[in-house]
């Protein structure tokens, strides 16, 4: 049987301050530690029981850990990922010839880097690998309108940033 309510209420009142300030660590950023911290807490509400448990305060935040090692793994992906489209943007700089293509591309990974990660990842994925909206929603786990608006959120900050420079170059 899952935990019931004020056992979910105890733990998050014994254990929510300093999972949220060791995920802090981790994340580097509060809104992912909350978020970490909420996956904490569901992970707790589906166990079936914590009586066993010889030190509760340990397996907690042992639990925190795991799924704050998971989040970085799957954060690196990321970071690698946008690490290699800055290399190759950077890369076209080195070989383009011609001084505009060299300040339009740095200026547009600059611009990149600027994006909200949900926006820069979709913009990415729909702009480098092709991805269709429904692939897109589907590798997010978001709704397919969600892919959509932050594209096209992604689309028109990236339009409001160049536009400078392009006006600029032209």
Same mark, same amino acid.
């Given at each position: 049987? &899952? $935990?019931?309510?004020?056992?979910?209420?105890?733990?998050? /009142?014994?254990?929510? %301050?300093?999972?949220? +300030?060791? $995920?802090?660590?981790?994340?580097?950023?509060?809104?992912?530690?909350? /978020?970490?911290?909420?996956?904490?807490?569901? *992970?707790?509400?589906? $166990?079936?029981?914590? /009586?066993?448990?010889?030190?509760?305060?340990?397996?907690?935040?042992?639990?925190?850990?795991?799924?704050?090692? /998971?989040?970085? !793994?799957?954060? *690196?992906? !990321?970071?690698?990922?946008?690490?290699?489209?800055? *290399?190759? $943007?950077?890369?076209?700089?080195?070989?383009?010839?011609?001084p505009?293509?060299?300040?339009?591309?740095?200026?547009?990974?600059?611009?990149? #880097?600027?994006? &909200?990660?949900?926006?820069?990842?979709?913009? #990415?994925?729909?702009?480098?690998?092709?991805?269709?909206?429904?692939?897109?929603? +589907?590798?997010?786990?978001? &709704?397919?309108?969600?892919?959509? %608006?932050?594209?096209?959120?992604a689309?028109?900050?990236?339009r409001?940033?160049?536009?400078p420079?392009?006006?600029?170059?032209?």
């Amino acid at each position: 049987m &899952p $935990l019931t309510h004020p056992e979910l209420e105890r733990l998050y /009142d014994a254990h929510a %301050s300093g999972l949220f +300030h060791y $995920l802090a660590t981790f994340t580097k950023n509060e809104a992912d530690a909350r /978020d970490l911290l909420q996956d904490v807490f569901i *992970k707790l509400a589906r $166990l079936d029981e914590l /009586d066993a448990l010889q030190n509760e305060k340990a397996f907690v935040f042992r639990l925190a850990h795991n799924i704050a090692i /998971d989040w970085l !793994r799957r954060r *690196k992906v !990321r970071w690698d990922s946008e690490e290699r489209l800055i *290399k190759e $943007l950077e890369g076209g700089q080195q070989h383009a010839s011609d001084p505009d293509t060299t300040a339009l591309s740095a200026h547009f990974a600059t611009a990149m #880097q600027s994006l &909200p990660d949900e926006q820069r990842t979709i913009a #990415q994925l729909k702009l480098w690998d092709g991805l269709t909206f429904e692939e897109i929603a +589907h590798t997010q786990n978001i &709704p397919l309108n969600t892919a959509a %608006s932050r594209y096209r959120y992604a689309i028109d900050k990236l339009r409001t940033l160049l536009r400078p420079i392009y006006e600029e170059l032209t």
